[in-house]
C-alpha cells in the first residue's frame, strides 16, 4: 500500500490494464483503416459519375457527329424532320449568365470582403458574416422565382422591351447567389495576411484605404482569385434559377434582353420527360453534362493553380 496520494495496484489490476490497452491499439491501427475506405467512397462516386458520363456521351456520339456537336450553331433536337446538336447556343447561353453573374458579385463580393477584413468592428462582422451566410444556404429554386417575379417586372420598369424570359434578371440574381463565395473566402484569405504588414503600411504614412488596396489585396491576391474562379465555376452550374428565369430558346446572339437556355437547363427540361430512354434526344443530356463537367473541371483546376502558384506565406 503506497502513503499519500499514490495508489496501489494488484496484479490483477495490472493484468487488466494491460488487457485495455491492448483492445486500445487494435482500435488505433483499424482507425486509419477505416477512414481510408470512408475516403474511397467519394472517390469511387466520382469515378462512378466520369465513367457514366463518358460512356453515355460515347453512345451519343454514335449517332452525332463530334464536330457537328462542337461547332454546329443550332441546337434543335426536337425537331422531327431534322434535328440540330450545336453545343455553342447552350454555350452562349451559359456564358451570358456567367458574365452578368461576375460584374454584379466580384465588386459586391470584393467590397464586402474589404470591409469585413479591414474596417468592421467584432460586433459588425457577427452580424454580418451571418447575413451573408443564410444568402448561400438560400434555395435556388426560391432565387429563380424571385429574378421571374421580382427582378424582371422591376426591370421591366427601365427596360419595357425586355421578355419574361431573358439573360439579364437570372443572370443578376445568380451573382447576389454568389456573393457570399467571393466574400467569405476573400475575407479568409485578407484576414490571414499578418497585421505587422498593415502596421508598417500605415507607419509609412498609407491611409487605411491604401494599406487593403495596395498591400492586403495584393498579398492575398491568391486566395481571391481562387475564390473569383470558384465562384465562376458555380456560376457556369447553376439550374434553377436560369430553368426557372431564363426561358429555354438556345440562342447563339448576346441579346441579353431576350430568352435563353443554358446547358443546365437544357438538362432539366429533358429530364423532366421531354424524351424518351434509349433516344438520341436522351443521350443529349449526357454529352451537355460531359461539356458542363469539362467547364467545370478547367475551373476547378485554375483555381487550385492559381491558388498555389500566387499563394504567400509569412
Known amino acids: 500500500m503506497a502513503s499519500g496520494s499514490k495508489k496501489s495496484y494488484s496484479v490483477s489490476d495490472m493484468i487488466e490494464q494491460n488487457s ?121 429554386i426560391v432565387y429563380g422565382f424571385f429574378a421571374l417575379t421580382f427582378v424582371t417586372p422591376f426591370l421591366k420598369n427601365f427596360m419595357p422591351e425586355l421578355s419574361i424570359f431573358n439573360a439579364l434578371s437570372p443572370g443578376i440574381v445568380v451573382g447576389v447567389m454568389i456573393i457570399p463565395m467571393i466574400a467569405s473566402l476573400s475575407e479568409d484569405a485578407m484576414s490571414s495576411v499578418p497585421n505587422s504588414i498593415r502596421e508598417g503600411a500605415l507607419a509609412m504614412g498609407a491611409t487605411k484605404l491604401e494599406v487593403a488596396i495596395k498591400v492586403v489585396l495584393p498579398a492575398a491576391v491568391s486566395g481571391i482569385v481562387a475564390s473569383v474562379v470558384l465562384a465562376i465555376s458555380r456560376a457556369i452550374g447553376e439550374t434553377m434559377i436560369v430553368t426557372v428565369a431564363a426561358g429555354a430558346t438556345p440562342s447563339l446572339s448576346w441579346n441579353l434582353t431576350d430568352s435563353i437556355q ?47 502558384r500566387f499563394r504567400e506565406e509569412y
Not at 39 to 46: D, F
Not at 268 to 296: E, K, M, N, P, R
Open 20 to 140: 485495455n490497452k491492448g483492445f486500445s491499439l487494435k482500435i488505433e491501427k483499424a482507425i486509419p483503416w477505416i477512414l481510408f475506405a470512408i475516403a474511397g467512397v467519394s472517390v469511387l462516386t466520382t469515378l462512378g459519375i466520369v465513367f457514366t458520363l463518358i460512356f453515355e456521351t460515347m453512345t451519343f456520339f454514335s449517332r452525332v457527329s463530334l464536330f457537328d456537336f462542337i461547332t454546329g450553331t443550332k441546337w434543335y433536337p426536337f425537331s422531327i424532320e431534322n434535328p440540330n446538336y450545336g453545343i455553342l447556343p447552350l454555350i452562349s447561353g451559359t456564358l451570358k449568365i456567367t458574365g452578368i453573374a461576375v460584374l454584379v458579385a466580384v465588386p459586391i463580393g470584393l467590397a464586402s470582403a474589404i470591409y469585413l477584413s479591414e474596417y468592421a468592428t467584432d460586433r459588425s462582422r457577427r452580424f454580418i458574416k451571418p447575413i451573408l451566410e443564410v444568402l448561400a444556404g438560400i434555395p435556388t
Open 262 to 308: 443554358t446547358m443546365t437547363s437544357y438538362i432539366v427540361q429533358v429530364s423532366t420527360g421531354d424524351a424518351g430512354y434509349g433516344t438520341t434526344i436522351y443521350y443529349s443530356i449526357y454529352a451537355v453534362g460531359f461539356t458542363l463537367f469539362l467547364f467545370t473541371l478547367a475551373m476547378n483546376l485554375l483555381a487550385q493553380y492559381i491558388s498555389k
